[in-house]
């Protein structure tokens, strides 16, 4: 047989978490037709690997790449630092299913899926024939957000909580969207208009995801002073309906809180031998991003932003707002967590000559109160409006990073015209810094999270792993030279290292630049 790509005296890695081994691997179409340890007999395209990682293609679980997708097909920020597929669609936040007017969920979601318009589908198939037409460089898998469900289903304001039929009606349209493919369910209960679900709502959403054999990845109701009963909360959730648990971007927020991190992975080890299906998944840095809009408390989220706007002109409403932000009762006050000094402003539309400037730093060359001067940059604001926050300790991420129920995912975001490195590094970042520099953990176990582990989650059979049959998603790199290249100024910096990623057999990166194929399919479930 002569075979289309024949690597050659690899140092395989095969996704497994066992031991590597020298030896070569064969691809013909779009799938792996032979590995061998030790050299074998080639043929086709051979390529000299002495030296080389070869592993299979890293799998992001938590991504936000349903509109980036569409605007940018070849998905370079993800293939350039060896990302083959992506799970979109997390935290609640999405795209369908659409009503005919649909502006203020539009509104919802510019700050973390960014512009794009007009929307040109109405359900999840409507979404799926115009990604399928545009192509992508990655496969990508998509979950059903909650928050679209609600926007759909409940008349009028979705910042309440549902009557029964609206329930029924979310309940109609997330099995239609299952029905068509999606491969699980997401929500953001932290964000509105999902943090106003009920216990009744979520426990009918997740009884048909069960029913339906997806998973149920959710960005729980706090992260801060009250995390442990946040993850009491979807951990009893997991236990009334028997749905597979995956908690996006475990952490504990706050300097005084990293304290609770031992008792969260107790919690979370009780649960798995308790029976329940319940991992959970983090980017590996020790600061987040999310809208600047999420600093407010949550009842002022319910409101337009052209009505909140308006609200914050009030002097009585500001003074209001402070008061809940210094002290906070059952929400995360991520000023409060955090501090001024710790929140750096992302992509300000409006104000673009304050990116990349601490609030506080913001506050004093507008010759304000940090307070007034938040309020103000909110107020002027007409596009999108990021920031990045320190959230937690070195030591708490490493601990996080290495236990046995962590798979990787990014939460990139692709917003505005600056975004978190994550988004364009984060999986060189884990291998450079956490591999490379740190030794946290094992090569081996590293990639094992990044690779098999997030494709059992999904329910991906055929990849996730080198092995004879799967589909030809490849990483090969060098592990002298892979390096993160990001600087706070250039978070998009090319990293370093990546040789060669194949996508379904096709080169999307190839002597370390990207080719712009778009070979990426469509991951979906049937039921």
Known sequence: ??????????????????????????????????????????????IDASSLVLCPGFIDIHGHSELEVLR?????????????????????IGVYPLKEQHTDLVSQVQDILGPFGPFGWRTFSDYAKVW?????????????????????????????PATEAEVQKMCSLLEKSFKEGCVGFSSGLYYAPCLFADRRELLSLLRLTKRYDRFFAVHIRCEGNDVIEALEEVIDLARMTGVRLEISHLKAIGRVNQILVSEMLT???????????VLFDQYPYEYGSTSLFSLLPPHYLRLTREDLQRLLSSPKERCAIKEEMQNPEGWDSLYELCGWDNITALVLDSNRQ?????????????????FDSFFDLLMEEKGSALMTDITQSQDSLKRILSHPL????????????????????????????????????????????????????????????????????????????????????????????MVMVLVNGKPALLDGEPTGRCTGEMLALYS
């Open 267 to 277: 919690l979370i080890e009780k649960a798995r031998l308790e029976g329940i299906d």
């Open 132 to 160: 399928k037409e545009r192509a992508s460089g990655t496969n990508m898998a998509f979950l059903q957000p909650h928050s679209p469900l609600r926007y759909y289903a409940l008349e009028g304001n979705p910042n309440r």
């Open 406 to 497: 962590m798979c990787f995912g990014t939460d990139a975001l692709f917003a505005g015209q600056k975004t978190h490195p994550r988004s364009y590094q984060a999986a060189v970042h884990l291998l450079d810094r956490y591999w490379k520099q740190l030794d946290v953990l094992p090569l081996e176990v590293l990639i094992n999270k990044m690779t098999a582990e997030p494709a059992s989650r999904i329910g991906l059979a055929d990849r996730g792993k080198v092995m004879q049959g799967y589909k030809a998603d490849l990483v090969l790199f060098d592990p002298l030279a892979i390096a993160d290249n990001s600087t706070d100024s250039n978070p998009s910096a090319k990293p370093s290292g």
């Open 72 to 92: 940018n097909p070849a998905m370079l920020p993800k293939i350039c630092q060896g990302i083959t597929t992506e799970v979109a669609g997390n935290c609640g």
């Open 354 to 370: 304050y990116e990349g400037l601490t609030l506080t730093e913001i506050a004093n060359r507008r010759n304000q109160g940090p």
């Open 1 to 46: 047989m002569s075979y289309d790509y024949y690597f050659q005296n690899a140092t395989i890695v095969d996704g497994s978490g066992q031991g590597s081994f020298i030896g070569d691997v064969a691809v013909k179409d779009d799938t792996i037709v032979k590995v061998t340890q030790g050299q074998g007999v080639a043929s086709g395209q051979v």
